[in-house]
T-cell receptor, first 115, second 111 residues
Framework: DTEVTQTPKHLVMGMTNKKSLKCEQH?????MYWYKQKAKKPPELMFV???????INESVPSRFSPECPNSSLLNLHLHALQPEDSALYLC??????????????FGPGTRLTVL | KQEVTQIPAALSVPEGENLVLNCSFT??????LQWFRQDPGKGLTSLLL?????REQTSGRLNASLDKSSGRSTLYIAASQPGDSATYLC??????????FGIGTKLQVIP
């Protein structure tokens, strides 16, 4: 099983809402990533978890709050977002014998629209 | 700061043609380079990963090469098919920026 799943596929939220994105993998990978991708742009790294601990935070605003409850699950909690946060949010995982040394497997993404 | 450039930005070829996509990067201190394809509105699918110590990797009709000293990688697609139509991105890992993606080459294979 080389699948990374993400839910929901689409999300529309207001600027005062609180919502969460979910990512799951059952490949035994120990590193999980969140990326943000705007239209016609490459993905931008947001967070990296390694062995369930936050390893990298790419200066992401605090209205995005990641959480890794266990080695298979990664959440991204959203609160007080801005319209410019509308994007495709991608989750990825890798075996991670060292950061970014292994193939990354991506989920299908969550298309987020902030009104 | 690592910068990754992909040329051409878009490419249209007839079915059956062999083609080459290019990726260049400015900082040669990399761990690896990975090629992905992305279908519209979808996630990324890993195609090939080349470690910095390797020169090339092959998978089926795909062959990727890496010349770290010159900061270049190419993705060769043999006997292209309409199903190959997608955006192809390269991503470079290593250094302070951890991972940097190119903006991609949008490929259309015409039946």
């Amino acid at each position: 099983d080389t699948e990374v799943t993400q839910t929901p596929k689409h999300l529309v939220m207001g600027m005062t809402n609180k919502k969460s994105l979910k990512c799951e993998q059952h490949m035994g990978h120990r590193a999980m990533y969140w990326y943000k991708q705007k239209a016609k742009k490459p993905p931008e790294l947001m967070f990296v978890y390694s062995y369930e601990k936050l390893s990298i935070n790419e200066s992401v605003p605090s209205r995005f709050s990641p959480e890794c409850p266990n080695s298979s699950l990664l959440n991204l909690h959203l609160h007080a977002l801005q319209p410019e946060d509308s994007a495709l949010y991608l989750c990825a995982s890798s075996q991670e014998r060292g950061l970014f040394t292994d193939t990354q497997y991506f989920g299908p993404g969550t298309r987020l629209t902030v009104l | 700061k690592q910068e990754v450039t992909q040329i051409p930005a878009a490419l249209s070829v007839p079915e059956g043609e062999n083609l080459v996509l290019n990726c260049s990067f400015t900082d040669s201190a990399i761990y690896n380079l990975q090629w992905f394809r992305q279908d519209p509105g979808k996630g990324l699918t890993s195609l090939l990963l080349i470690q910095s110590s390797q020169r090339e990797q092959t998978s089926g009709r795909l062959n990727a090469s890496l010349d770290k000293s010159s900061g270049r990688s190419t993705l060769y697609i043999a006997a292209s098919q309409p199903g190959d139509s997608a955006t192809y991105l390269c991503a470079v890992s290593g250094g302070y920026q951890k991972v940097t993606f190119g903006i991609g080459t949008k490929l259309q294979v015409i039946p």
